[in-house]
């Protein structure tokens, strides 16, 4: 089974802030306890004893402890050993950068998306020959049954992609303390909203790589903007370029 966990960055009820983002990272089962284990060999070796969580604004913005003490580079030399653990791992990315004026519901339309890229690379794998089912997994203190009511509709009546035919049940929620995925899905949310809301493509230009794409082309970033036909983001480009005549 492969597991998506999802954060988000931005605030879909903010109207100062362009973009709404949703991340996530998807991790065959038996991955995961290499992961967890190795943020946990990070954590101890920068504050032994303290359970420190990873939380990439929150490192960025260094207003307490222990970011606050730590020197610049210290500080950007972690969010790059994160993303080098997902640069070094067999995660598969997705993300929505949804930009704001294009629709009232910004976690709804953005969740319907990331479903559906989720569900169709799980077609993907099950075409090659791997049956694997998927399940989606959120932080139980950041979201409320609202998303499991979507999904659970998307799974009886589709999206406007199609029914989602892949996932074994409908969303679970954790704590932050169970498991580390959500810390590294708060990564990949936050860089890719540095990278809409900010114009910083430095987090984004690390991890890449690892979202979900084929034949050149990445499915796994998804742009949902106005002025789509003019974007020249790597969501949007590969997408352009692919569809070029031969």
């Given at each position: 089974m492969y597991l998506l966990y999802v954060d988000?960055?931005?605030?879909p009820d903010a109207s100062n802030e362009q973009y709404y983002v949703l991340g996530g990272v998807a991790v065959f089962e038996r991955q995961i306890y290499w992961l967890n284990n190795e943020m946990e060999k990070l954590a101890e070796k920068l504050a032994p004893g303290t359970n420190l969580a990873f939380k990439a604004q929150q490192i960025q913005a260094h207003k307490h402890e222990p970011w606050h003490s730590m020197e610049s580079a210290q500080r950007n030399q972690t969010l790059d050993d994160l993303c080098a653990l997902l640069g070094s791992s067999n995660t598969v990315l997705f993300s929505v950068a949804l930009?704001?004026?294009?629709?009232?519901q910004p976690m709804a339309r953005a969740f319907e998306e990331l479903c559906n890229r989720f569900d169709l690379y799980l077609k993907r794998l099950y075409a090659q020959g791997h049956t694997q089912r998927g399940l989606v997994v959120f932080d139980k203190y950041r979201y409320d049954s609202r998303l499991q009511k979507?999904?659970?509709?998307?799974?009886?009546?589709?999206?406007?992609?199609g029914k989602v035919q892949n996932f074994a049940e409908v969303p679970v929620f954790t704590g932050r303390d169970a498991t580390r995925m959500l810390e590294l899905a708060d990564l990949v949310?936050?860089?890719?909203?540095?990278r809409y809301q900010r114009g910083d493509t430095r987090m984004l230009d690390r991890i890449i790589g690892r979202f979900d794409q084929e034949n050149e082309v990445i499915h796994g970033l998804?742009?949902?903007?106005?002025?789509k036909n003019e974007c020249t983001c790597p969501a949007c480009l590969t997408r352009k370029i692919s569809m070029r005549p031969a």
């Open positions: 988000e960055s931005g605030n930009e704001r004026s294009t629709t009232d979507m999904l659970n509709e998307y799974r009886k009546s589709g999206t406007r992609f949310a936050y860089a890719v909203y540095r998804v742009h949902l903007c106005a002025n």
